[in-house]
């Protein structure tokens, strides 16, 4: 489990920040300018009503740009740090490209259910797009996807596959 | 009469015990003998009376035998769509016909029908069952009769779709689909099949579940960042969406209601592990459920209040059964295979469940008192995520 650190809980603010900012104004105030309701608001009808999805990752990707995949430990969906040079590759090049757009895929390898893994591979891409928004790249421009296990990269039932299954990939598109 | 008292306890016994290993239970209670049964030599006759026997069978309440059984069965099919079926030892006879000529589903009501009269118990043969299969090279949703007949095929998203979800009225199914590239939840209208966009936010729109008065529907969202838990109210196509959780360092999924509506349970991974906990639908502190094993997930709340859910241990994901009145847990599935999203029947006795055994994937019908199973298809390609009907008109 991840141990809340400063860092982290840093990212996760900045990370509910940039969502609350694609909320369409007309939701009610809550605490601290966030997205959170309390229990006491949602009994008071509270309602929400978010943006449908933006366009991005529709259409035909650059395929001539390939990124490493950023790999992660079992059941887990912290970036460790020896990872976190492959997302400053992909900083670098939006920031050089600022018109391309970003979809992250996140994996996971077959162990747990496929329905808990779905979530982890969410949670996965979000950390790898947490970060990049870190870096300076506008949270507008990446979508997150999950496949959980139902996509791996490597067909065999092992740890050397699993560990190659684990993994969020980033698909660029003009 | 005595004999049916016996069978009683027999049935407490079953329900009691906490079993060790499957079994191949005995066939248990009542015996039939459709000998006396009238069926023409026809393909509809054929097809009457292929469908009633194993709708009886299946009904987990009665076997057939050739003699001796309790409950002879006297009666005949008739051209388009009559039957008439006498029990005398029960002092039960009825007449059903379907003007719309659709002998599959005399035979149903039939059964049920007998099945309700020589046990007090409601039948299964009116429900279908909605699942996911991966026979065109993509999972695609597919219905069948409860009986595995009647297969079709329902998306041809050309994607993946999975995790479809009833309408307590039988005539919705919510689901998950990739087919615009994103995991987005849709509506599906059975019979005409219109397809509705429900939730299709930033992230992950997954966990579709009605309530059981069909107005609400609660999901898993991720627009905020992070896998949340919320209740769509209608009108459902607007998009409003009260929130239930707040766990930035966590994943809430696979929402499953009460049989009043007045609680969800879910999975949370917020202690470092998935585990199951449950909350007011309005909102408010959640609690976990007391349940050991390392790993507890895909809750389905069933109609007489029972949870089944997925149970690790030994390595091995197993279906279990909580009893929330006296907190007993049964776990039902002890062989090498993997189970996983179990789905009450209307009757509150059988489950369909994924089972995966030497990495394929296939549907079985989990009897919980007998604790034994049944495929539900014996057609090529792999079979998951089911979705139990309620009782169908």
Not at chain 1, 132 to 160: F, K, M, N, W
Not at chain 2, 38 to 65: C, D, I, Q, Y
Not at chain 2, 380 to 389: F, K, M, T, V
Request: aromatic residues 8%; neutral net charge.
């Amino acid at each position: 489990m991840l141990k809340p650190t400063f860092k982290i809980a840093t990212l996760v603010v900045l990370a509910i920040l940039t969502a609350s900012c694609r909320l369409r104004p007309g939701k009610p105030k809550t605490a601290a300018g966030t997205d959170v309701l309390t229990p006491e608001e949602i009994a008071a009808g509270g309602v929400y009503t978010p943006e449908e999805r933006s366009d991005i990752g529709i259409g035909q990707p650059i395929r001539d740009v390939q990124f490493e995949p950023v790999r992660f430990r079992f059941d887990s969906a912290k970036v460790d740090s020896p990872e976190l040079t492959k997302i400053q590759t992909v900083a670098d090049y939006l920031k050089r490209n600022p018109s391309y757009t970003l979809v992250i895929e996140g994996h996971c390898d077959e162990r747990g259910t496929a329905a808990y893994n779905m979530a982890l591979g969410e949670r996965r891409a979000q950390a790898v797009r947490a970060e990049l928004i870190r870096l300076g790249i506008d949270a507008a421009r990446i979508q997150t996807v999950s496949y959980g296990e139902e996509r791996p990269a490597s067909l065999g039932h092992s740890e050397e596959h699993w560990r190659l299954n684990r993994r969020a990939e980033f698909v660029v598109y003009p | 009469m005595r004999r049916f008292f016996v069978f009683l306890g027999c049935l407490c016994f079953f329900a009691g015990a906490v079993h060790s290993q499957i079994t191949i239970a005995k066939p248990a209670g009542m015996s039939v003998d459709l000998t006396g049964f009238v069926t023409p030599a026809s393909s509809e006759g054929l097809l009457f009376r292929r469908t009633l026997e194993k709708n009886l069978a299946r009904s987990g309440w009665l076997h057939l035998m050739a003699q001796d059984a309790s409950y002879p069965i006297t009666g005949s099919f008739a051209l388009p769509a009559t039957a008439f079926v006498e029990v005398r030892s029960a002092g039960f006879r009825r007449s059903l016909t379907r003007r719309d000529g659709d002998v599959r589903r005399l035979a149903h009501e039939t059964a049920d029908a007998l099945v309700e009269a020589l046990t007090g118990k409601k039948g299964i043969a009116r429900t279908q069952i909605a699942l996911a299969g991966n026979r065109t090279g993509q999972w695609e949703l597919y219905l069948c009769d409860a009986d595995g007949e009647n297969l079709q095929q329902i998306t041809r998203d050309r994607s993946m779709a999975l995790y479809p979800f009833w309408s307590p009225d039988g005539s919705r199914l919510v689901f998950t689909s990739y087919r615009n590239r994103f995991p987005d939840l849709y509506l599906l209208h059975i019979g005409s099949w219109k397809l509705e966009p429900l939730a299709r936010f930033n992230g992950l729109n997954t966990g579709g579940a009605f309530s059981p008065d069909g107005q609400a529907v609660a999901v898993s969202l991720s627009f905020t960042g992070n896998p949340e838990l919320y209740v769509l109210r209608p009108p459902l196509r607007d998009g409003r969406l009260f929130r239930l959780t707040q766990t930035p360092h966590a994943a809430e999924t696979s929402p499953s209601w009460s049989p009043d509506g007045n609680r969800i349970v879910f999975v949370s991974d917020s202690s470092g592990a998935p585990q199951l906990y449950i909350l007011d639908a309005r909102g408010g502190e959640r609690s976990p459920l007391p349940l050991s094993g390392t790993e507890n997930v895909s809750p389905s709340w069933g109609p007489d209040g029972r949870i089944a859910f997925v149970t690790r241990r030994a390595g091995v994901y197993r279906i279990a059964v909580y009893s929330p009145e006296n907190g007993n847990v049964q776990v039902l599935t002890n062989d090498d295979a993997n189970y996983e999203d179990p789905c009450w029947a209307p009757n509150g006795r059988h489950l369909a469940c994924t089972r995966i055994s030497d990495n394929r994937m296939t549907v079985v019908l989990l009897d919980t008192l007998t604790q034994s199973w049944v495929r539900l298809l014996e057609i090529q390609g792999e079979w998951r995520s089911p979705a139990w009907s309620p009782l169908l008109p």
